[in-house]
T-cell receptor, first 114, second 109 residues
Framework: EAGVAQSPRYKIIEKRQSVAFWCNPISGHATLYWYQQILGQGPKLLIQ????????DSQLPKDRFSAERLKGVDSTLKIQPAKLEDSAVYLC????????????FGDGTRLSIL | GEDVEQSLFLSVREGDSSVINCTYTDSSSTYLYWYKQEPGAGLQLLTYIFSNMDMKQDQRLTVLLNKKDKHLSLRIADTQTGDSAIYFC?????????FGDGTTLTVKP
């Protein structure tokens, strides 16, 4: 079974620029999560999708972050404009049905803001 | 809100047992997870325990859950240098997980 795929692995941009991350979950997994992991901390949930609908986006800074999951498979997370404090690893995870099934993580995108 | 606490560092000798501890606050947690993160990689699921269990063993890994004290531990038997990583505890309720900030395990030869 192929794992969760994310791209790019690394991204360096200047503040106020925009950036987008892509995630392809494990085939058949209905639930998709985006997390932000700041150095030295655990992952913090940004948004959770169930198929192509949003379940929880209460921690997503909506003035600058947006995410979509068209057709209920792949997802993109965008930041526009980026701030220095957005430097982090952005992790995508998926689970079979979101009802306490284990989450499977991709290797993340490491974002550095200059 | 929900909170998960872990000690930051643990250092052991190769061949010894490692015990990583975690406390959580959400009494409605249904599953509790242990993940391992190696440098430059995502989180790898190691094991998990349902909240109505008090122990689960999986090869070198033993999970103990004290639901009354909201305390979870992960014991790694015969720790190897390849076990050096950051270990995250997570509690889950209705599909939403809260993670601790991780325990960095260093295994010395």
């Amino acid at each position: 079974e192929a794992g969760v795929a994310q791209s790019p692995r690394y991204k360096i941009i200047e503040k106020r620029q925009s950036v987008a991350f892509w995630c392809n979950p494990i085939s058949g997994h209905a639930t998709l999560y985006w997390y932000q992991q700041i150095l030295g901390q655990g992952p913090k949930l940004l948004i959770q999708f169930q198929n192509n609908g949003v379940v929880d986006d209460s921690q997503l800074p909506k003035d600058r972050f947006s995410a979509e999951r068209l057709k209920g498979v792949d997802s993109t997370l965008k930041i526009q404009p980026a701030k220095l404090e957005d430097s982090a690893v952005y992790l995508c995870a998926s689970s079979r049905d979101g009802r306490n099934q284990p989450q499977h993580f991709g290797d993340g995108t490491r974002l550095s803001i200059l | 809100g929900e909170d998960v606490e872990q000690s930051l560092f643990l250092s052991v000798r190769e061949g010894d047992s490692s015990v990583i501890n975690c406390t959580y606050t959400d009494s409605s947690s249904t599953y509790l997870y242990w993940y391992k993160q190696e440098p430059g990689a995502g989180l790898q699921l190691l094991t998990y325990i349902f909240s109505n269990m008090d122990m689960k063993q999986d090869q070198r890994l033993t999970v103990l859950l004290n639901k009354k004290d909201k305390h979870l531990s992960l014991r790694i038997a015969d720790t190897q240098t390849g076990d050096s990583a950051i270990y995250f505890c997570a509690e889950s309720n209705a599909g939403k997980s809260t993670f601790g900030d991780g325990t960095t395990l260093t295994v010395k030869p």
